[in-house]
């Protein structure tokens, strides 16, 4: 329990900075800061980045990955 109030977040480094960034701003350890948390709630999270790029794009960009 320690670990998860005060150790860093190691995320692998092959990552979209979208995800990345977005997987920071959820798991960041002071609620007042914590993506999602204030007054707009969701449609804080709604409005980041990574989901701006479109389903359909993310998804040929996987089905693209998967055939190499």
């Known amino acids: 329990?320690?670990?998860i109030r005060?150790?860093?977040i190691e995320l692998p480094e092959d990552l979209s900075e979208d995800v990345?960034?977005?997987i920071y701003?959820?798991?960041e350890k002071d609620p007042e800061y914590?993506?999602?948390s204030g007054e707009a709630g969701a449609e804080m999270i709604k409005e980041?980045?990574?989901f701006r790029v479109s389903f359909y794009s993310r998804n040929f960009d996987l089905?693209?990955?998967m055939h190499k």
């Open 1 to 3: 329990m320690k670990s």
């Open 25 to 27: 701003q959820l798991l």
């Open 63 to 65: 089905q693209a990955e």
């Open 34 to 36: 914590r993506l999602g």
């Open 6 to 8: 005060y150790d860093e």
């Open 20 to 22: 990345s960034n977005l």
């Open 48 to 50: 980041h980045p990574f």
